[in-house]
């Protein structure tokens, strides 16, 4: 039997390539929707937050919101790994923790628990997430917090000669990886001109040529040289001063970055309360 002059359709090359760009890009554009697209206004808070993708998709997710009194509701997390599963991991993670806008009785140690059982459920053997889940009492000017195996968000304390750094150490595992976690909520009391920076790790970590890392202390002074002005102007100082020192370098993990400063205006705190102190880094 004779057979036609069939001929195979022809497709570029690059074709694959292209849906594979395009489908990137599309989970690309629903991440970058996931981060908040607006500031619910705090009295006597001026906050701001940015992050940086390395490349690719994101394992780091930041969520923020107005709760119920005139509080802020901060989340903040890195899911271990690159690529699809850890963003898709971290799409889960958001999601689990967005019930944190309809929870007015139960406690953050409660809170950080259910989404821990729940997010366990989904993790594969190798995976696990790092969270800070915080709660900010403008009226008192109080952060309430569970730090889920977390790179410890910092309280620069104003002081009469600069800022004195305080570390939101872990107060409980990471998430996803027992089956059943325990977390402590902790409370810190805040005063006027004092700065709260909470970030993945991937911020410290930024290379450059030589494979120095930029650092902690380098982050600190940072924020000390431009404390004076408004966190929106902090973060994107940070941001540009990050990629100064990386010189064009690629970078292997997503920086995220929040940073908020109590004003010099604004509530008060009640003379009955008692300042929370905690314990300074070195």
Not at 89 to 112: I, Q, V
Not at 200 to 205: A, F, P, R
Request: glycine share 8%; hydrophobic share 40%; net charge negative.
């Amino acid at each position: 039997m004779m057979m036609g002059n069939f001929q195979q359709p022809e497709y570029p090359v690059n074709a694959g390539a292209e849906w594979r760009d395009g489908e990137m890009k599309l989970a690309r554009d629903v991440q970058n929707r996931a981060f908040p697209a607006t500031r619910p206004p705090i009295a006597g808070l001026d906050y701001y937050s940015d992050w940086r993708a390395s490349s690719g998709l994101s394992g780091d997710y930041l969520d923020y919101f107005e709760l119920p009194d005139g509080n802020l509701g901060l989340a903040l997390g890195d899911v271990a790994g690159k690529g699809m599963a850890a963003a898709l991991l971290a799409s889960a993670l958001r999601s689990l923790a967005r019930a944190f806008r309809h929870d007015r009785h139960g406690s953050l140690s409660e809170l950080t628990a259910a989404i821990d059982e729940l997010f366990y459920e989904l993790c594969p053997d190798s995976s696990y997430a790092a969270m800070f889940v915080a709660r900010y009492d403008a009226a008192r000017r109080l952060l309430y917090y569970v730090n889920a195996g977390h790179e410890p968000p910092m309280v620069l304390r104003k002081t009469g000669s600069g800022y004195h750094p305080v570390a939101l150490e872990p107060t409980g595992p990471v998430m996803g990886m027992l089956r059943k976690s325990a977390f402590h909520e902790k409370v810190v009391s805040l005063a006027p001109g004092d700065l709260v920076i909470a970030y993945t790790d991937g911020l410290c970590e930024t290379t450059n040529a030589r494979g120095e890392e930029w650092g902690f202390r380098r982050l600190i002074a940072t924020v000390q040289a431009c404390s004076y002005r408004k966190a929106r102007d902090m973060v994107e100082r940070i941001f540009e001063t990050t990629e100064a020192f990386a010189g064009g370098s690629r970078q292997h993990d997503d920086a995220t970055l929040w940073l908020g400063r109590i004003e010099e205006t604004g509530c008060r705190t009640s003379r009955t309360e008692k300042r929370v102190e905690l314990q300074a880094v070195a």
